[in-house]
C-alpha cells in the first residue's frame, strides 16, 4: 500500500505543488489595509442605529398622527352623515329635496377632497423629516468612513 501522505520538504505547506501553489507565500506578499479604529467604528454604527430608530419613531409618531385625524374624519363624517338623514326625512317638497341633496353632496365632497389633502400632507410631511434625518447621518457616516480612510494613510 502507498502512503497517502507524501512527504514534502521541510517548510512547505501540504498543499504546495506544481498545480497548487503556496498560498502563505501569496497572501504574505499581499497588502491589506489597516483595521479601523474599532471605538470610532462601534460609535459610528451606534449613530447609524440611533438615526434609523429616530427615523422609525418619528415615521410611527407620524402614521399615528394620520390615524388620529382619520379617526377623527370618519366620526365628524357620521355625525354630519346622520344630521343628513334627519334632514331629508322631513317632508318637502321634491325640488326643495334634490336642492338640499345637490348642495349637501357639493360640501361632502369639498369636504373629502380637504381631508384627503390634509392626511397626505401629514404623511408627506412625516416621511420627509424621517428621510432627512437618514440623509443627514447617511453624509455623516461617508465623512467619517473618509476621515478614518485619510487618517490611514
Known sequence: MSDSSQSKPPGTSFFATPNFPDFTKLFADMKFPAMPDME?????????????????????EGAQAVSRRHMEIVQQSMAEMTEAVRAFATPDNPQAKAARQAEMLKKIYEQAVGNIKELGDLIQKSNAEAVALLNRRFTEALDEVKSLAESKK
Open 40 to 60: 470610532a467604528f462601534v460609535a459610528a454604527n451606534r449613530r447609524n442605529i440611533e438615526a434609523i430608530t429616530a427615523a422609525n419613531r418619528i415615521a410611527l
